[in-house]
């Protein structure tokens, strides 16, 4: 029976291989493939989401000084599902192995990462989900090219397009996350993987529906500006010189990262305990300025609309940046795109607290834009990203911002596997 069944799945993979007889259009047997990874993207990033935010809901009841024992104990626990089930990597291995390891995500990290990132996230990590989904979608558009026999580009392709369907569910803009993609693989070509563009692109949209549909986020702007009205065309000018500011704020962030990296590696520890003293130190910041806890998508619209004195915003901007930094040097798993984002509009309204008479959308959008391009080397996504979550119409000022930060960026990138090997 089992030989059977057998059979007749290679008797239809053998029927995929075969190009569609008499097909007048470009439509092909591979769109239907990168339509079914989009549908399952969508559907693990929802279900991903939902328990995230049930543990969230449940953790947050310790609050107070009961955040730091929570949290140093939810370190304590990630770091022992790391250490028991296995090391799940973070997205400097994700970008290694699409790049070096012929495009392959394994998809045995998956329990790992999935376990340890809900828990840090949930207890209120500054990371946030991007990382994990890009990983568990991106290996499942590994394992769904292995099983249709896909080799080559036509593999990386489909692990890439995996990635974009994950990266797209949370911050729901299918051509930004095609875009992302493609762009965080390299810290200077763009594009050096542009066959992946269009099953990205397939699998971003037939997973953003899917997301939608559960979730029903990603339907229009998260993040609640003022409109934006473009007065002259020194507003470009504005862009670039705030983007200065934010890319500066993205080198003390690399540079508080390596600090922390040192802090973490001098004296080689169980990771357990590794996660369990960054929770500590996560929870003595959070006790004080519970504004840093968590990674940002929903309090950046709390920063926005709560009228902080200047003196917090500044110490906001100070300590969610350290926050960021032990949290991705002390095992804790997430993604620190969403984080940055807070950064950057924390920074924004600092600024414009000294320049009252510029547009506050204007200032706020181009310090996120710069300080993520600077970190990430992502400027084309950053600007589509930002001008979908924000409303942000007219977003010719924020690529001004996002190249700015681009081009202000270190010379050797935050994510060292974005280099060419030649390069290190």
Same mark, same amino acid.
């Given at each position: ?9 290679? =008797? ?31 559907? #693990? ?51 290694? =192995? ?10 045995? =990290? ?38 249709? *026999?896909?080799? $080559? ?8 397009? $995996? ?82 500011? $934010? ?45 840093? *806890?968590?990674?940002?998508? !929903? ?11 200047? *003196?917090?915003?500044?110490? #906001? ?29 924390? #920074? ?21 834009? %710069? ?20 409303? !942000? ?11 700015? $930060?681009?081009?202000? %960026? ?15």
């Amino acid at each position: 029976m089992k030989l059977k069944r057998r059979r007749k799945l290679v =008797n239809y993979l053998n029927m995929l291989d075969q190009p569609i007889r008499f097909n007048p259009f470009l439509f092909s047997r591979t769109f239907l493939l990168w339509a079914v990874l989009g549908l399952i993207g969508g559907l #693990l990033s929802g279900l991903y989401w939902i328990v995230l935010i049930f543990l969230t809901e449940k953790i947050a009841f310790f609050d107070g000084w009961q955040v730091i024992p929570a949290m140093t104990i939810c370190g304590f626990l990630a770091g022992l599902v790391i250490h028991f089930i296995g090391e799940p990597g973070e997205i400097h291995l994700i970008v290694n =192995n699409i790049r070096f390891n012929k495009g392959k995500l394994d998809p045995k =990290n998956n329990p790992s990462m999935i376990l340890s990132s809900l828990l840090c996230i949930a207890s209120g990590g500054s990371l946030g989900p991007e990382a994990p989904l890009i990983q568990v979608t991106g290996s499942t558009g590994t394992w769904l090219g292995k099983l249709f *026999r896909l080799k $080559g580009e036509d593999l990386r392709s489909m692990s890439i397009a $995996g990635m974009a369907s994950g990266f797209t569910a949370m911050f729901g803009a299918p051509l930004g996350g095609s875009l992302f993609s493609l762009e965080i693989l390299h810290h200077r070509h763009a594009v050096e993987y542009y066959k992946a563009i269009i099953p990205a692109l397939v699998a971003s949209s037939f997973s953003y529906i899917v997301f939608a549909l559960i979730i029903h986020l990603g339907l229009g702007a998260i993040w609640d500006l003022s409109a934006y009205e473009y007065s002259d065309i020194f507003d470009f000018g504005y862009a670039v010189l705030f983007a200065v500011l $934010g890319a500066f704020t993205g080198w003390c962030f690399i540079y508080c990262t390596k600090f922390f990296k040192v802090v973490f590696e001098k004296k080689p520890i169980p990771i357990y305990l590794k996660t369990a003293i960054g929770g500590l130190l996560l929870g003595i910041i959070a006790f004080y300025f519970p504004l840093t *806890r968590y990674f940002g998508h !929903f309090e950046i619209a709390e920063l926005l609309t709560g009228g902080f004195p200047i *003196r917090l915003l500044f110490l #906001l901007l100070v300590f969610k940046l350290i926050a960021i930094a032990i949290t991705v040097t002390s095992g804790w798993r997430g993604g620190f795109i969403i984080p940055l984002f807070f950064v950057g509009a924390t #920074l924004g309204l600092i600024i414009h607290h000294f320049f009252p008479g510029t547009s506050v959308t204007l200032v706020v959008v181009s310090c996120m834009a %710069a300080i993520n391009a600077c970190v990430t080397r992502t400027p084309m996504s950053t600007t589509i990203l930002l001008a979908t979550l924000t409303g !942000f119409s007219y977003f010719v000022p924020i690529l001004f911002a996002s190249l700015t $930060g681009y081009f202000l %960026a270190p010379r050797i990138p935050f994510i060292g596997s974005q280099m060419d090997k030649g390069e290190k």
